[in-house]
């Protein structure tokens, strides 16, 4: 199955991974074959992409190393309460609710250890928040998990990292999803988010475990102290922080939004890459790419030799050697027979690019020709 923009979307197409809104409601399951009524219904539920069955991506195979039902289930719980209609303070029952939860997040993380984190989820447009922390939560506990950190520890970042955006509930909504750039002044207003989640989750009753609250304050510090609110820098920052940080970054940056697309997961990837010591801790953003595919199961790419393949699986540690699907040569003739390679098994290749949607659509129609 392959990925695709909404607006490429067409009847007679096949489903081929599930979409959920935050209520845990589903909106089309895997194997339905779209029509105009069906289509027309997931544009207003503003659905901004589909996974689609092609016979040219049947070999890949979307994996996700959480189940989808707790995925749903977790998405909805911080719907249910980030979406109060007043201060959304945590009570004891959300409390055990969140630790209930996250719980059971990293024990299926811990069992799929060995799945690397390349699903690129899809998102309804106004659920961005709900599904962006839950999302958060996974990225954090998978580097941790990579890191050796026992379960207590993980038990109190998945916490913090689950509710790290629980101030964004004290901004105004028409600056959180403003389609242009924000003013000075509105951009003041949203680095507030920080501190708000950390006074929200401290003024619970009871409070919500202080080191989990400071990751709410911290995870838009940065190592080179030009992050906020309180600019810190280095060792100024928790590392669990810092983890919290990277996973809201490259969540955020690869993630479909109301005002644009989202960024290339190997762009991201790259940038986190080139910023040891300087956005993040080297070692700590080490452990977060180790786990974390630049190119999502799926994706097609163009090699140094020229030729076009389609990811087909990246094994855990080696982010930039996924298995391929070669389907044309280095003079651009499109293989009758498809070629899989192992591109850790081929140190003189590289990935070289990677298509958009549109210029995939292009690539089968002269497949077709």
């Given at each position: 199955?392959?990925?695709?923009?909404?607006?490429?979307?067409?009847?007679?197409?096949?489903?081929g991974?599930?979409?959920?809104?935050?209520?845990g409601?589903?909106?089309?399951?895997?194997?339905?074959?779209?029509?105009?009524?069906?289509?027309?219904?997931?544009?207003?539920?503003?659905?901004?992409?589909?996974?689609?069955?092609?016979?040219?991506?049947?070999?890949?195979?979307?994996?996700?190393?959480?189940?989808?039902?707790t995925?749903v289930?977790?998405?909805?719980?911080?719907?249910?309460?980030?979406?109060?209609?007043?201060?959304?303070?945590?009570?004891?029952?959300?409390?055990?609710?969140f630790?209930?939860v996250?719980?059971?997040?990293?024990?299926?993380?811990?069992?799929?250890r060995?799945i690397?984190?390349?699903?690129?989820?899809?998102r309804?447009l106004?659920?961005?928040?709900?599904s962006?922390?839950?999302?958060?939560?996974?990225?954090?506990?998978?580097?941790?998990?990579?890191?050796?950190?026992?379960e207590?520890?993980?038990?109190?970042?998945?916490?913090?990292?689950?509710?790290?955006?629980?101030?964004?509930?004290?901004?105004?909504?028409?600056?959180?999803?403003k389609?242009?750039?924000?003013?000075?002044?509105?951009?003041?207003?949203?680095?507030?988010?920080?501190?708000?989640?950390?006074?929200?989750?401290?003024?619970?009753?009871?409070?919500?475990?202080?080191?989990?609250?400071?990751?709410?304050?911290?995870?838009?510090?940065?190592?080179?102290?030009?992050?906020?609110p309180?600019?810190?820098?280095?060792?100024?920052i928790?590392?669990l922080?810092?983890?919290?940080?990277?996973?809201?970054?490259?969540?955020?940056?690869?993630?479909?939004?109301v005002?644009?697309?989202?960024y290339?997961?190997?762009?991201v990837w790259?940038?986190?890459a080139a910023g040891?010591?300087y956005?993040?801790k080297?070692?700590l953003?080490?452990a977060?790419?180790?786990?974390?595919?630049?190119?999502s199961s799926?994706?097609?790419?163009?090699?140094?030799?020229?030729?076009?393949?389609?990811?087909?699986?990246?094994?855990?540690?080696?982010?930039?050697?996924?298995?391929?699907?070669?389907?044309?040569?280095?003079?651009g003739?499109f293989?009758?027979?498809?070629?899989?390679?192992?591109?850790?098994?081929r140190?003189?290749?590289?990935?070289?690019?990677?298509f958009?949607?549109?210029?995939?659509?292009?690539?089968?129609?002269?497949?077709?020709?």
């Amino acid at each position: 199955m392959r990925k695709i923009y909404f607006n490429f979307v067409k009847p007679g197409m096949t489903v081929g991974y599930p979409v959920y809104n935050s209520r845990g409601e589903l909106l089309i399951n895997g194997g339905i074959v779209l029509t105009r009524r069906v289509i027309e219904k997931l544009s207003q539920h503003g659905v901004p992409a589909l996974y689609i069955e092609d016979d040219l991506f049947k070999d890949v195979e979307i994996k996700d190393v959480l189940d989808l039902r707790t995925r749903v289930e977790a998405v909805n719980l911080v719907r249910s309460v980030f979406s109060r209609n007043y201060a959304p303070k945590i009570s004891s029952d959300d409390t055990d609710s969140f630790k209930g939860v996250v719980s059971k997040m990293m024990r299926q993380l811990l069992k799929n250890r060995a799945i690397m984190v390349d699903l690129v989820d899809i998102r309804c447009l106004d659920d961005y928040l709900f599904s962006h922390c839950v999302n958060v939560c996974v990225l954090s506990l998978v580097t941790a998990i990579h890191l050796g950190y026992d379960e207590t520890t993980l038990s109190i970042l998945g916490m913090g990292a689950i509710l790290h955006d629980m101030g964004k509930t004290m901004i105004p909504k028409d600056i959180l999803d403003k389609p242009g750039k924000l003013t000075d002044e509105e951009y003041e207003i949203v680095k507030m988010h920080p501190l708000h989640g950390y006074e929200l989750l401290r003024n619970s009753k009871p409070p919500v475990n202080n080191l989990s609250a400071l990751l709410s304050l911290q995870h838009h510090e940065r190592f080179n102290g030009e992050g906020y609110p309180a600019g810190l820098s280095k060792e100024e920052i928790h590392n669990l922080s810092q983890i919290v940080g990277m996973a809201d970054m490259f969540d955020a940056m690869t993630s479909d939004r109301v005002y644009r697309r989202g960024y290339p997961p190997g762009e991201v990837w790259e940038m986190l890459a080139a910023g040891g010591d300087y956005i993040f801790k080297y070692e700590l953003i080490q452990a977060f790419l180790y786990n974390v595919a630049p190119y999502s199961s799926g994706s097609v790419v163009r090699l140094g030799s020229n030729e076009i393949g389609i990811v087909i699986e990246t094994r855990k540690g080696l982010p930039l050697h996924p298995r391929l699907k070669i389907i044309s040569d280095s003079n651009g003739i499109f293989l009758k027979k498809p070629i899989f390679i192992e591109l850790w098994e081929r140190p003189e290749l590289s990935i070289k690019k990677v298509f958009s949607c549109e210029e995939v659509d292009e690539l089968k129609l002269l497949l077709t020709e």
